[in-house]
């Protein structure tokens, strides 16, 4: 199979395994093609509900390269219905789960998920796509993140933990120079001063096994934030940025429990400085 139905495939998967009570939440989760929203939509209101169906959304070019591709777009629609009042639909009812539930546990069940080999899913954002008095669509868009199999360093230690899915991002670098003219001389004279560091950021989700671990490793990342003592950035290509130093730490979104890995994840960003080198 190819790796687009890879990744397809192991949504569908992860969606399917979603239980309520021993028994699978849904009624049919299956690949959707479909070039747009609306028929994409049409498509699930023939499905029995609930129902999630997971649509390719195309690839991502990569920043600056010619021909690259990168992460992978999804979207996954959740249908539900609503016997008994036109709210059933959405906030569901004793014996319903509706729509607002039901992509609350999709959600819960495809963000930082491996898919695809070196691959984890981020959420992008989700809207309602559809709805009527008898049911809801919820439309929720996801990414197909590239992310190394080794954790990055930073001076020599893994300070996101040995559970954390992190990417790597490396900044521009940029030469320093003052430039000056002469009234009367064509061209510019410059003079170069060498050149200026950049911006290394790491994102991902911090993961431990409980509270407590988790707490652990973000005091010691806060620690790490404003110490001027450079240290070399290492990340699992083996390149390496000398003279880092921690600018930024910031905590997206609350912390949660994942469901299928049963760990305490917290997304997050760290950003260094790269003073020299």
Same mark, same amino acid.
């Given at each position: 199979?190819?790796?687009?139905?890879?990744?397809?495939?192991?949504?569908?998967?992860?969606?399917?395994?979603?239980?309520?009570?021993?028994?699978?939440?849904?009624?049919?989760?299956?690949?959707?093609?479909?070039?747009?929203?609306?028929?994409?939509?049409?498509?699930?209101e023939?499905?029995?509900?609930?129902? #999630?169906?997971?649509?390719?959304?195309?690839? !991502?070019?990569?920043?600056?390269a010619?021909?690259?591709?990168?992460?992978?777009?999804?979207?996954?629609?959740?249908a539900?219905?609503?016997?008994?009042?036109?709210?059933? #639909?959405?906030?569901?009812?004793?014996d319903?789960?509706?729509?607002? !539930?039901?992509?609350?546990?999709?959600?819960?069940?495809?963000?930082?998920?491996?898919?695809?080999? !070196?691959?984890?899913?981020? +959420?992008?954002?989700?809207?309602i796509?559809?709805?009527? !008095?008898?049911?809801?669509?919820v439309?929720? $868009?996801w990414?197909?993140?590239?992310?190394?199999?080794?954790?990055?360093?930073?001076?020599?230690?893994?300070?996101?933990?040995?559970?954390?899915i992190?990417?790597?991002?490396?900044?521009?670098?940029?030469?320093?120079?003052?430039?000056?003219?002469?009234?009367?001389?064509?061209?510019?004279?410059?003079?170069?001063?060498?050149?200026?560091?950049?911006?290394? $950021?790491?994102?991902?989700?911090?993961?431990a096994?409980?509270?407590?671990?988790?707490?652990?490793?973000?005091?010691?990342?806060?620690?790490?934030?404003?110490?001027?003592?450079? $240290?070399?950035?290492?990340?699992?290509?083996?390149?390496?940025?000398?003279?880092?130093?921690?600018?930024?730490?910031?905590?997206?979104?609350?912390r949660?429990?994942?469901?299928?890995? +049963?760990?305490?994840?917290?997304?997050?960003?760290?950003?260094?400085?790269?003073?020299?080198?």
């Amino acid at each position: 199979m190819s790796e687009l139905g890879d990744i397809e495939a192991a949504v569908v998967s992860l969606i399917e395994g979603i239980e309520a009570n021993e028994q699978a939440v849904f009624a049919r989760v299956g690949g959707v093609a479909a070039a747009d929203r609306a028929s994409a939509v049409r498509a699930l209101e023939r499905w029995p509900r609930p129902a #999630a169906g997971v649509v390719y959304g195309g690839r !991502e070019r990569v920043t600056g390269a010619v021909s690259a591709i990168g992460d992978v777009r999804l979207t996954v629609l959740v249908a539900a219905s609503g016997l008994r009042s036109a709210d059933a #639909a959405r906030v569901g009812e004793l014996d319903t789960v509706g729509a607002f !539930e039901l992509a609350n546990l999709v959600t819960l069940a495809l963000e930082g998920a491996a898919v695809g080999g !070196e691959r984890r899913l981020v +959420g992008i954002d989700e809207q309602i796509a559809a709805a009527n !008095e008898r049911g809801v669509i919820v439309e929720q $868009r996801w990414l197909a993140e590239t992310v190394d199999a080794a954790l990055p360093t930073f001076g020599g230690a893994v300070i996101t933990g040995s559970e954390s899915i992190v990417a790597v991002h490396v900044g521009e670098r940029r030469a320093a120079s003052v430039s000056f003219a002469f009234p009367g001389i064509d061209g510019v004279y410059r003079h170069g001063l060498g050149a200026r560091g950049r911006r290394i $950021r790491w994102s991902g989700q911090l993961r431990a096994t409980g509270h407590a671990s988790l707490n652990e490793i973000e005091a010691g990342i806060d620690e790490l934030v404003g110490v001027c003592r450079p $240290r070399t950035v290492e990340d699992a290509l083996g390149r390496t940025f000398d003279q880092c130093v921690v600018e930024r730490f910031a905590r997206s979104g609350p912390r949660r429990v994942h469901p299928g890995a +049963g760990l305490y994840v917290q997304a997050f960003e760290i950003e260094f400085a790269q003073l020299g080198g």
